[in-house]
């Protein structure tokens, strides 16, 4: 990589950081820092994998890569639900891994400041609070930062 193209990946990354996806479980409102966001997809079949996590809907087949699927909703330990023509797939990558994430409805790309980003409860927390990074209000909703690294931290290999 010359010296010019690693400025500008550098200058792009850095274009990113503070910069979320926010998405809705319910009327929880969360978010997920775009650095690890490649694209939404809408749902489609998913082959089923037996002997997964009850999370894991499956696998797809997206340009000719297979990516796994995690219903982030099951995930939290929350009720399924039928999948809508709101529900769709965030496609993130992780560790060299693509991994598709179902959820129930994607909202905006909002700028979170460090000012205004708080750290999660270190107590009493739900199941799917366990893997945020920090809660911050946002135009008036409070949104939920998931933390990548804790949220794919057992499932980085699912099969």
């Not at 966001?37 to 002997?51: F, R």
């Not at 909202?107 to 999660?120: E, K, L, M, S």
């Not at 799917?128 to 998931?146: C, D, Q």
């Amino acid at each position: 990589m010359s010296i010019d193209t690693k400025i500008v990946a550098e200058d792009a990354l850095e274009d990113l950081r503070g910069r979320y996806l926010t998405f809705y479980i319910d009327n929880t409102c969360y978010g997920i820092e775009l650095l690890y966001i490649s694209e939404i997809i809408s749902t489609q079949p998913i082959t089923q994998i037996p002997g997964l996590p009850i999370y894991y809907k499956g696998i797809i087949n997206l340009r000719g890569k297979v990516a796994p699927i995690i219903d982030v909703r099951l995930k939290f330990g929350q009720e399924e639900r039928p999948y809508d023509d709101k529900t769709c797939i965030i496609m993130v990558n992780i560790s060299d891994m693509q991994v598709g994430l179902i959820v129930d409805m994607v909202a905006d790309v909002v700028t979170i400041d460090d000012a205004i980003r708080n750290p999660p409860p270190e107590s009493g927390m739900r199941n799917g609070e366990r893997y945020l990074s920090s809660i911050a209000k946002v135009s008036g909703k409070v949104v939920l930062n998931i933390d990548c690294e804790k949220f794919f931290q057992s499932d980085l290999r699912p099969y």
